[in-house]
């Protein structure tokens, strides 16, 4: 079945650590996302990335880092420069050919111990 | 800055009666927009897609849109408790990749 995973599926990160969360479909999707979502909020937007070796900041990249090595991988490091990281994580991609229709991860709660 | 408008509720509805959640968006160029439904702690998950002007029905539920208004809507007729969620409505953005997200209206379906 085709789809996208993210793990894990909780993550605990003690202060001053660094730790990054994976993201991988098998959609053939060219465009590929991070979100941030706090209780009770909307989702927020990280980075994006288009194609393979690219990806732009979103609204809230401050003390993020991804990268885009292969087209089905898009992992996001959350570093000790994020000050506030508790929250729930969702990877999502599109294929633009689909009029961009959003398919999401099972998301990673990260929790600062 | 394009913006997505949605009233966080939550929102009571009676099981069996029709839930109706509303959305306005900022840009005038939007093309597409999209009803997702989020149960706690899980993912997003589509729901509904509406291109056109007017109404777009697929089983219980129903998607409006008016560009003219510059907003859209999502009917829920015979409400269910499984229906209790939150729905997100999303526009697209400024390039075919982005899309604009609304914080979300709680829907709470009283058996």
């Known amino acids: 079945d085709g789809g996208i995973t993210q793990s894990p599926k909780y993550l605990f990160r003690k202060e001053g650590q660094n730790v990054t969360l994976s993201c991988e479909q098998n959609?053939?999707?060219?465009?590929m996302y991070w979100y941030r979502q706090d209780p009770g909020q909307g989702l927020r937007l990280i980075y994006y990335?288009?194609?393979?070796?690219?990806?732009q900041k979103g609204d809230i990249a401050e003390g993020y880092s991804v990268s885009r090595e292969k087209k089905e991988s898009f992992p996001l490091t959350v570093t000790s420069a994020q000050k506030n990281p508790t929250a729930f994580y969702l990877c999502?991609?599109?294929?633009?050919?689909?009029?961009?229709?959003?398919?999401f991860g099972q998301g990673t709660r990260l929790t600062v111990v | 800055q394009k913006e997505v408008e949605q009233n966080s509720g939550p929102l009571s509805v009676p099981e069996g009666a029709i839930a109706s959640l509303n959305c306005t968006y900022s840009?005038?160029?939007?093309?597409?927009f999209f009803w997702y439904r989020q149960y706690s702690g899980k993912s997003p998950e589509l729901i509904m897609s509406?291109?056109s002007n007017g109404d777009k029905e697929d089983g219980r539920f129903t998607a409006q849109l008016n560009k003219a208004s510059q907003y859209v809507s999502l009917l829920i007729r015979d409400s269910q408790p499984s229906d209790s969620a939150t729905y997100l409505c999303?526009?697209?953005?400024?390039?075919?990749?982005?899309?604009?997200w609304g914080a979300g209206t709680k829907l709470i379906i009283k058996p």
């Open positions: 959609l053939n999707h060219d465009a």
């Open positions: 840009d005038r160029g939007s093309q597409s």
């Open positions: 990335s288009q194609i393979v070796n690219d990806f």
């Open positions: 509406i291109y």
């Open positions: 999303a526009v697209n953005g400024d390039s075919n990749y982005q899309l604009i």
């Open positions: 999502a991609s599109t294929d633009v050919w689909r009029s961009d229709e959003a398919f």
